[in-house]
């Protein structure tokens, strides 16, 4: 069918996994739907089919487990219709643990379904600016072209767009060794610990060359003053910890770009490693500095300082602050448990520095994931602020299930916060001091109420999952 030529209710922009899952299901809730996709006639440089949802890096969905917390957004996908966790079951290979596709299979399946659908209409051009029909969803991906994202950036602002991604990792908080470090902000209610003590001739100027950006501006030393002096936990390092910390980072495996990837590594948001190589000082006059900071247990300052900070309101989970990285998994495994008590640190998020568009999410999108500049403008997927393929899929299904209950005029009815599909939109909307996309964690997810007791990391992950598929059963059959 000719898409151009057939009526719609919505324009979806973009082919890829939020796109055919938000076509999909606004076309099951019987709107007309008209789905714009560029391939064939242009390819970003990391595709090399003309089929959509095509899987460009890994044929992995991730853990399958549902202490998992992907493995939950999974199994809750599943129980709401998903078409893409359909396609992915009936193409899955062998994985262990995990859930992955035939990527050549799925992409077909996944085709195959978009274009048989009665009420979707394909239709192949490039979109190079904001279609003027409302309501659109664009859905563009990671690698939205330069003239599409243009046109965003003019209407929205260029400060809102970023085209890189620069991902700290994230540790469980009852997986950190509260015996070795320390609440307290570094700028505390706006100025300097009392009885903080000079720093040494050595630590007070740092040569040209191995000056790193300070991780923080002075919105976010604003922030930690409202927050009080407990904002961050500090890890203390003595100058042997620190100077093997470094030699490890420098020494460390890193993925290497992929082909489509121009590295483009800005001053405020370096790879830690890329810090570290410039020199054995860079990082303790950079995110390590301890400036501002005593030590409760020796009321001495430390040699240099490795900062937490709370990923959600409950602080189950805490980022590394300024340690977005392009070490390997198993080496950030590695080299970041050699931080003072992050020996035994449940990572829930691993680093990554990557090309990736996005936009500052809490700042732009309104509850059902519609830009507040231009009304009828709806974002998913990657382009929405989500990492990941199931998280993706799951933005495209959300975004579609808010915009059909709008265009019902009916009540806005987001999945609960205590759900997975939920912890998509109270990711998106959760303001951070530099917003960055993230995988799904359980750190987006409701914590469990304080009368479970406290439950070791497993048992509370599975009791959080079970609580999560009661309420989404209770959610969806409601709707």
């Given at each position: 069918m000719n898409g151009a030529e057939s009526p719609c209710d919505v324009v979806v922009v973009g082919g890829g996994l939020a796109g055919c899952e938000a076509a999909y299901q606004l076309a099951q809730r019987g709107l007309r739907v008209r789905?714009?996709?560029?391939?064939?006639?242009?390819?970003?440089?990391?595709?090399?089919?003309?089929?959509?949802?095509?899987?460009?890096?890994?044929?992995?969905?991730?853990?399958?487990?549902?202490?998992?917390?992907?493995g939950l957004l999974k199994e809750e996908l599943r129980r709401v219709g998903s078409l893409a966790l359909r396609c992915a079951d009936e193409t899955s290979v062998p994985a262990g643990g995990a859930l992955a596709v035939d990527r050549e299979r799925f992409a077909e399946a996944m085709t195959r379904a978009i274009e048989a659908h009665p009420r979707i209409a394909v239709e192949r051009r490039e979109v190079t600016e904001i279609p003027a029909e409302r309501p659109v969803i664009l859905a563009t991906g990671p690698l939205t072209s330069d003239a599409l994202a243009a046109s965003l950036a003019a209407a929205i602002g260029a400060e809102h767009l970023a085209y890189y991604d620069a991902i700290a990792p994230i540790v469980s908080a009852?997986?950190?060794?509260?015996?070795?470090?320390?609440?307290?902000?570094?700028?505390?209610?706006?100025?300097?610990?009392?009885?903080?003590?000079?720093?040494?001739?050595?630590?007070?100027?740092?040569?040209?060359?191995?000056?790193?950006?300070?991780?923080?501006?002075?919105?976010?030393?604003?922030?930690?003053?409202?927050?009080?002096?407990?904002?961050?936990?500090?890890?203390?390092?003595?100058?042997?910890?620190?100077?093997?910390?470094?030699?490890?980072?420098?020494?460390?495996?890193?993925?290497?770009?992929?082909?489509?990837?121009?590295?483009?590594?800005?001053?405020?948001?370096?790879?830690?490693?890329?810090?570290?190589?410039?020199?054995?000082?860079?990082?303790?006059?950079?995110?390590?500095?301890?400036?501002?900071?005593?030590?409760?247990?020796?009321?001495?300052?430390?040699?240099?300082?490795?900062?937490?900070?709370?990923?959600?309101?409950?602080?189950?989970?805490?980022?590394?602050?300024?340690?977005?990285?392009?070490?390997?998994?198993?080496?950030?495994?590695?080299?970041?448990?050699?931080?003072?008590?992050?020996?035994?640190?449940?990572?829930?998020?691993?680093?990554?520095?990557?090309?990736?568009?996005?936009?500052?999410?809490?700042?732009?999108?309104?509850?059902?994931?519609?830009?507040?500049?231009?009304?009828?403008?709806?974002?998913?997927?990657?382009?929405?602020?989500?990492?990941?393929?199931?998280?993706?899929a799951a933005a495209g299904f959300v975004c579609a299930m808010l915009l059909a209950q709008q265009l019902r005029n009916e009540p806005l009815r987001p999945p609960p916060p205590t759900t997975a599909l939920g912890g998509i939109l109270t990711h998106l909307g959760r303001k951070q001091p530099k917003y960055q996309p993230s995988n799904i964690t359980w750190a987006h997810i409701a914590p469990l109420d304080p009368a479970h007791g406290k439950l070791r990391k497993r048992a509370r992950y599975e009791a959080m999952a079970e609580r999560a598929l009661r309420d989404l059963d209770a959610w969806w059959a409601a709707g």
């Open positions: 789905l714009v996709e560029m391939k064939p006639h242009k390819r970003t440089p990391a595709q090399t089919s003309d089929r959509m949802a095509e899987l460009v890096c890994s044929n992995s969905l991730r853990g399958a487990a549902l202490s998992n917390a992907v009852d997986s950190i060794d509260w015996s070795r470090v320390w609440k307290q902000s570094r700028y505390g209610k706006g100025g300097a610990v009392r009885g903080e003590r000079a720093a040494p001739p050595e630590q007070r100027a740092a040569p040209p060359e191995q000056r790193a950006a300070p991780p923080e501006d002075a919105a976010e030393r604003r922030d930690d003053a409202e927050a009080g002096d407990e904002a961050y936990v500090n890890c203390p390092f003595d100058e042997a910890q620190y100077k093997a910390f470094v030699r490890a980072l420098v020494e460390s495996e890193k993925v290497e770009a992929r082909d489509f990837e121009e590295v483009r590594y800005f001053e405020g948001c370096l790879p830690c490693e890329v810090m570290a190589a410039r020199g054995e000082q860079t990082l303790a006059f950079g995110p390590m500095k301890p400036v501002g900071l005593t030590d409760p247990r020796t009321g001495r300052r430390p040699y240099a300082v490795l900062q937490l900070r709370p990923e959600d309101e409950a602080a189950t989970a805490y980022n590394l602050v300024g340690f977005q990285t392009r070490m390997k998994y198993a080496e950030q495994l590695r080299v970041f448990r050699m931080v003072p008590g992050l020996e035994e640190a449940d990572f829930l998020r691993m680093g990554s520095v990557h090309r990736n568009t996005f936009v500052d999410a809490p700042a732009l999108l309104g509850p059902a994931m519609e830009l507040r500049a231009l009304p009828g403008v709806h974002l998913a997927g990657q382009i929405a602020g989500v990492e990941g393929y199931v998280e993706s």
